[in-house]
């Protein structure tokens, strides 16, 4: 654990301890895309819901 500390202080000793609950910016960027995929994905299976729905009903 030490060493992992370490190691995150020397390649960016500004944001490897953030505190008060904030985020690295790339930690933000992902966790927005998650997100995104995340809604994308409910989008996606409303919209697949609702053709197999029609096509059975104009059948």
């Given amino acids: 654990m030490l060493r992992r500390s370490a190691k995150e202080v ?7 301890f ?3 609950g904030q ?15 995340a809604k994308l994905k409910a989008e996606r299976d409303i ?3 609702a053709a197999a729905y029609f ?5």
């Fill in 18 to 20: 953030p505190g008060l």
């Fill in 55 to 59: 096509a059975k009903e104009s059948m």
């Fill in 10 to 16: 020397s390649g960016d000793p500004q944001q490897a």
């Fill in 47 to 49: 919209l697949k819901k």
């Fill in 23 to 37: 985020m690295k910016p790339e930690q933000l960027e992902l966790e927005r895309l998650r997100r995104e995929v």
